[in-house]
T-cell receptor
């Protein structure tokens, strides 16, 4: 990908379990965002974390950011079948005005 | 519904042809971004426009061009199409020049036969 890599590429869990996805990136950033994509549909913004933040919560989502390791993680707690989708991290650097997406993690939540 | 409209939803054409994809951003959004999504390349940033001017360029081929019009809608022109251009093309918009959050359209699925 142009900037980030998600890990794992695919994840299959049972409903009710937690899902953790990781994102590593290559350069400095101003913010990092997570998006969700249902099959063949447009991406939907989930959460944004700025470079001076370490953790952020939104509902069942928890995002952490470690700028020293150039990595982020997305935790979805108490997963539901409806969470089945691909999840992408995106890094933003204002000076270069570019917005790069990682390769995505395909999450399958089994009912 | 994100408020970003892309047309057409599907496009089937032949190699060597030229097509135009259209995007209307959310009301009030001045920035438009184009992305290409294919199975082997992931989501690739192509180009960004802000209020009619090109602001950032990604891995956009010379055969591809884009523009943003005074009413802020944008068009992506793909010419001399090749089989490898088959992909899902997304348009996204954001409010300002500084990227905070993108709103995506539902995409145009291009099939080059």
């Amino acid at each position: 990908s142009q900037q980030g890599e998600e890990d794992p590429q695919a994840l299959s869990i049972q409903e009710g379990e937690n899902a953790t996805m990781n994102c590593s990136y290559k350069t400095s950033i101003n913010n990092l965002q997570w998006y969700r994509q249902n099959s063949g549909r447009g991406l939907v913004h989930l959460i944004l974390i700025r470079s001076n933040e370490r953790e952020k919560h939104s509902g069942r989502l928890r995002v952490t950011l470690d700028t020293s390791k150039k990595s982020s993680s997305l935790l979805i707690t108490a997963s539901r079948a409806a969470d089945t989708a691909s999840y992408f991290c995106a890094t933003v650097l204002y000076n270069f005005n570019k917005f790069y997406f990682g390769s995505g993690t395909k999450l399958n939540v089994k009912p | 519904d994100s408020g970003v409209t892309q047309t057409p939803k599907h496009l089937i054409t032949a190699t060597g042809q030229r097509v135009t994809l259209r995007c209307s951003p959310r009301s009030g959004d001045l920035s438009v971004y184009w992305y290409q999504q294919s199975l082997d390349q992931g989501l690739q940033f192509l180009i960004q426009y802000y209020n009619g001017e090109e602001r950032a360029k990604g891995n956009i081929l010379e055969r591809f061009s884009a523009q943003q019009f005074p009413d802020l809608h944008s068009e992506l022109n793909l010419s001399s199409l090749e089989l490898g251009d088959s992909a899902l093309y997304f348009c996204a918009s954001s409010e300002g020049q500084r990227i905070e959050k993108l709103f995506f359209g539902s995409g145009t699925q291009l099939s080059v036969l």
